[in-house]
């Protein structure tokens, strides 16, 4: 269980550090109206993930395990390439606060939409959380709710710190960033080459 526990919670903190749609929500929200109030939005991908997850916890269990290892393959795939865009950033130093959404959002539900229509949350659970939840539930159910409950604890806790981060240039400044983002790197590499290993011992096992 303890191996399932640390890729929820390392795909988590992998997730919640990369620059994206819902990060520069959370910026743009603690520039307009503080981080006291913006800290419900890191609630976000509880309340939108949901849908995503059934729908794809429904269909990958009609997969064989060939098929589910092979999107495993995938998903490892998947998780080198943000890993080496991620360490191409923080070799060329590009780093900087995210840009302000054009209209910032007012409500957690706002902040829901952003993230439904985030591409990534789909990925993630077709390409390598969906399976890896599966494989959990098929040695035993427990690893599987270990997966999903490490994986949203970190990914609130990491959202809530970034929300108070925003809130001090000096707190967040340009050094952590690229120490975010190394590990980030690194976190995802690790994963992605453990992805990739698992997969592809099932796919051309006897």
């Known amino acids: 269980m303890l191996e399932y526990i640390g890729i929820g919670a390392g795909l988590a903190f992998a997730a919640a550090v990369q620059p994206g749609p819902l990060q520069a929500y959370f910026f743009s929200q603690v520039a307009a109206i503080g981080w006291r109030r913006t800290l419900p939005a890191a609630f976000a991908p509880v309340v939108t993930d949901g849908p995503i997850a059934l729908l794809t916890l429904v269909v990958l269990g009609q997969l064989t395990v060939v098929m589910q290892s ?10 080198l390439s943000l890993a080496w865009r991620s360490l191409r950033q923080w070799r060329r130093n590009e780093i900087g606060a995210p840009k302000k959404a054009e209209k910032v959002p007012q409500t957690l539900l706002e902040a829901a939409v952003v993230n ?49 981060a925003f809130s001090s240039a000096r707190l967040f400044g340009p050094k952590l960033q690229r120490a975010l983002l190394l590990a980030s790197a690194l976190i995802l590499a690790g994963l992605g080459v453990y992805q990739l290993v698992i997969g592809l011992l099932i796919v051309t096992g006897p």
Do not use: H, K
Not at 135 to 143: G, I, K, L, N, V
């Open 116 to 164: 439904v229509l985030n591409p990534n949350p789909y990925l993630g659970w077709a390409l390598v959380l969906g399976p890896v939840v599966v494989a959990a539930w098929r040695e035993q159910p427990s690893s599987a709710v270990a997966v999903v409950a490490a994986f949203y604890t970190v990914m609130i806790a990491t959202s809530a710190a970034l929300i108070v």
């Open 70 to 79: 092979a999107l495993r393959v995938a998903g490892g795939v998947l998780l």
